[in-house]
């Protein structure tokens, strides 16, 4: 009994321990970023008035929606880097941790584009139409009028998904690049500790999602759009 | 006769033309030679970008015959592909009826009036809801053997399966829990004042009143999560189990070396079994918003999971994400 509540080899790991968490906040920001960028463009071809445009971010939504994550990332170490030789940076390691960002990024940007979608949705068709009526072109009105009020009102849905891409950075495992599910597996098979391995990297978790929520959930209290 | 005929016929075609939208203008004659101008140079950078991607390809012989013969073979369809197929759909079938009833016991748990009952259960829906869900299979695959052997009992012989349905379940069924509280919840009070004002107890408020009620609600959110499991089941292949992503990318690329085409079918059957899934919750979705027999507004496929802890903004947007597939990311 003892033995299952022993924290020492936690403690004894802590560097390994906080080395993982310091590549999920890594993968984090990074893949954030990414996907923040392509899930905007995406939202602006599938609202785009050019049919091609909105045929394409249809389709690279519903392909990268529905395929699973794990499937994507290893496709990014087996397919990507293994088979098409495509080499991001000499380095192995960072080779490794770009084709993982892009992957993940790649998914992310198509949950990112609909729910900046329903965020134009809910911008009342007044504000677009006196945007028109000044005189403001496609982008322009997209620029300055919908999408800021846009993002304003989906600030906690993306913080869902933020939150989620967190938790998914450990999906990573399958890409060949090291974070937290890998070391944790393999202080699993080192330490034999698996309950207080587990509490450790669940309260890790914890510690990154639980601010962020707090934060986005301020933020979008915060920045709401009052109508 | 002939011209009440002939309008309606017109109409959807010329809405079709003119696409209204809230970002543009049907479009006038000038216009209209700009976006063609706008639509041929951004077929040409799609193109491009498909040429890319054809070349490099190309360059690598991933279209070389041989790589795609194995899928000419029924041999590969029975040995790998469907058998993949069956353990996903197992894997999947299994986690989604049991995390069901997991979301209604701890949900309703939430919704309790008794404090003793209400607190547990609000800490084991959080506590799952907020780990990844790879971190839970890893534990619940490797962790039972370890506690056995420190009580000095037999090994407990924890399949992958088991860790996978068990996964699944604890992770998805915490969070349809979530979504059944703010189903019920979702329905206004006078419903269930009126309930007790005709006599009713607690049981048959929630049973004849708030749950029927609640469920034609919660239809297209349950789907979109259990699309979200169905794709959550390829994270199985990880600790070993044998599903499609396993049998149908890693070992047709361990025997064949054929990444690309084992990615094209794999994702493909994914893609399909969710979209046809997806196209379900949104038509639920149409229908229930439809419908006046519920006093509950519908959730929406919505994108993705109910808000996290500290994030339950009031007037937030859910639903109406449109789009066919799949429902949230995790």
């Known amino acids: 009994m003892d033995v299952l509540f022993d924290f020492t080899p936690v403690f004894d790991n802590m560097g390994d321990i906080l080395q993982a968490f310091w590549a999920v906040i890594r993968l984090t920001v990074t893949t954030g970023i990414l996907s923040l960028i392509l899930g ?9 008035p050019v049919r091609i445009f909105r045929g394409a971010g249809t389709l690279y939504v519903n392909v990268f929606r529905n395929t699973p994550l794990t499937l994507i990332l290893a496709f990014c170490a087996l397919g990507l880097s293994d088979t098409l030789h495509i080499s991001l940076s000499t380095q192995s390691t960072v080779n490794f941790y770009w084709l993982a960002v892009f992957g993940l990024a790649a998914y992310t940007a198509a949950f990112i584009c609909e729910a900046l979608r329903s965020g134009i949705n809910t911008v009342p068709l007044g504000q677009a139409e ?39 950075t450990t999906v990573v495992i399958v890409a060949s690049y090291v974070e937290s599910a890998y070391i944790m597996r393999q202080l699993f098979e080192e330490e034999g500790a698996t309950i207080p391995m587990f509490l450790a990297f669940a309260i890790g978790f914890m510690i990154i999602t639980l601010p962020m929520g707090f934060f986005f959930g301020w933020l979008a209290k915060r920045l709401a759009v009052s109508r | 006769m002939t011209t009440t005929l002939d309008k309606p016929a017109a109409k959807p075609r010329k809405a079709k033309k003119s696409e209204p939208s809230v970002l543009f203008d049907a479009p006038g004659p000038r216009a209209r030679v700009r976006n063609n101008i706008i639509a041929v140079v951004g077929t040409l950078i799609l193109l491009a970008i498909a040429y890319v991607i054809f070349a490099r390809l190309q360059k690598e012989d991933q279209f070389d015959g041989k790589l795609w013969d194995p899928y000419l073979e029924a041999e590969t369809w029975t040995e790998y592909v469907f058998p993949g197929l069956v353990g996903t759909l197992y894997a999947a079938a299994l986690g989604s009826v049991l995390a069901v009833l997991f979301g209604v016991i701890f949900g309703l748990g939430r919704l309790s009036d008794h404090r003793w009952v209400r607190i547990p259960s609000g800490a084991v829906v959080e506590f799952f809801r907020a780990i990844p869900l790879l971190i839970l299979m890893f534990f619940v695959f490797s962790g039972p053997p370890t506690i056995a052997t420190a009580f000095n009992r037999e090994f407990i012989e924890i399949t992958p399966f088991m860790a996978v349905v068990i996964g699944l379940t604890l992770y998805n069924g915490s969070v349809l829990a979530e979504v059944f509280r703010a189903g019920i919840q979702s329905i206004p009070k006078g419903q269930s004042e009126a309930a007790y004002a005709i006599g009713l107890r607690k049981n048959g408020v929630m049973r004849l009143i708030l749950v029927p009620q609640a469920t034609t609600a919660m239809m297209p959110a349950i789907i979109s999560q259990l699309v979200v499991l169905l794709k959550d089941s390829a994270l199985g292949s990880i600790i070993a189990y044998e599903e499609l992503l396993n049998k149908g990318f890693y070992q047709m690329k361990a025997n064949f070396g054929n990444a690309v ?19 379900l919750a949104t038509w639920l979705e149409r229908r229930s918003r439809r419908s006046r027999k519920s006093a509950a507004k519908t959730m929406g496929t919505g994108v993705g999971a109910p808000p996290a802890p500290g994030m339950s903004v009031t007037g937030q947007t859910t639903g109406e994400a449109g789009g066919v597939g799949a429902g949230g990311l995790s």
């Open chain 1, 130 to 168: 006196a945007a028109r009526a000044v005189g403001l072109t496609f982008f322009q009105s997209l620029r300055l009028v919908i999408l800021p009020q846009a993002f304003r009102s989906v600030i906690a849905p993306l913080g869902s998904i933020f939150i989620a891409m967190t938790k998914n």
């Open chain 1, 40 to 48: 905007t463009i995406l939202a602006g071809m599938r609202v785009a």
């Open chain 2, 261 to 279: 085409p084992a990615l094209v079918i794999t994702a493909a059957i994914f893609i399909l079994i969710n979209m046809a899934l997806g196209y």
